[in-house]
Structures are given as structure tokens and as C-alpha cells.
């Protein structure tokens, strides 16, 4: 059974850093591209960032880009997202996702992608 799991949330106040990290398990995540994406409720679920198989491309949305940063380790077969310069907007709840793609497009859907971890809250205090 595939499992992503989310860690490293929190409370931070603004213009801190936190590191998120996601551990895949259940079968081999070759070839899937990996992201993150972020929701507050009543609103729908937001990318923040993608990265390919390789780590060779990554894709930021425009709010997060120049702060955010996403990496993996496929040796661990963990994805990370480090968060600097944090923002009060930023406050949400932070999903690690994955799709296989063999074009390795990284695509900004929610609905595109397969596996779906439970999330982990961050909190950015003013």
C-alpha cells in the first residue's frame, strides 16, 4: 500500500523557516514527478512546487517562488520543501502528492495527481 507521509510543520513567526518533508513508502517512486501543494479551508488545494524524477526541473508558483525551495533524495525516496522568508499567507495545510509521468511534465492539478498524503499544518504567526 503507497503512503506519503508529511512532516516538519508548525508554528513560525513571520520571516522564519520551516523544512517540510514527505516519506514515500509501498512501492518505487521512479519516474513520478513529486509535489506540494497547500490548502485553507474554503478554498480549493493550491501547487506550491514540483520537481521530477531526476530533480533535474523543479516548478514554483508565483507566490511561493524565490522563498521555497523543493529537493528529494530518491535514495530515501523523501521529497523535501524548505520554506524561508515566511509569510502570514503562507498558513495553510501542506499536502506532499505524486504522479507517475513519463514525459516528467510537472503538472499543477490536484485532480492529476495519484497518491496524497494526510498533510501537516503550518502556521505563520504576524
Known amino acids: 500500500q503507497v503512503q506519503l507521509v508529511e512532516s516538519g510543520g508548525g508554528l513560525v513567526q513571520a520571516g522564519g523557516s520551516l523544512r517540510l518533508s514527505c516519506a514515500a513508502s509501498g512501492r518505487t517512486f521512479s519516474g513520478y514527478v513529486m509535489a506540494w501543494f497547500r490548502q485553507i479551508p474554503g478554498k480549493e488545494r493550491e501547487f506550491a512546487a514540483g520537481?521530477?524524477?531526476?530533480?533535474?526541473?523543479?516548478s514554483y508558483s508565483d507566490s511561493v517562488k524565490g522563498r521555497f525551495t523543493i529537493s528529494r533524495d530518491n535514495a530515501k525516496n523523501t521529497v523535501y520543501l524548505q520554506m524561508n522568508s515566511l509569510k502570514p499567507e503562507d498558513t495553510a495545510l501542506y499536502y506532499c502528492?505524486?504522479?507517475?509521468?513519463?514525459?516528467?511534465?510537472?503538472?499543477?492539478?490536484?485532480?492529476?495527481?495519484?497518491?496524497w498524503g494526510q498533510g501537516t499544518q503550518v502556521t505563520v504567526s504576524s
Open positions: 502528492a505524486a504522479t507517475p509521468s513519463p514525459r516528467q511534465s510537472i503538472l499543477r492539478s490536484a485532480t492529476l495527481y495519484n497518491y
Open positions: 520537481i521530477t524524477w531526476r530533480g533535474v526541473s523543479t
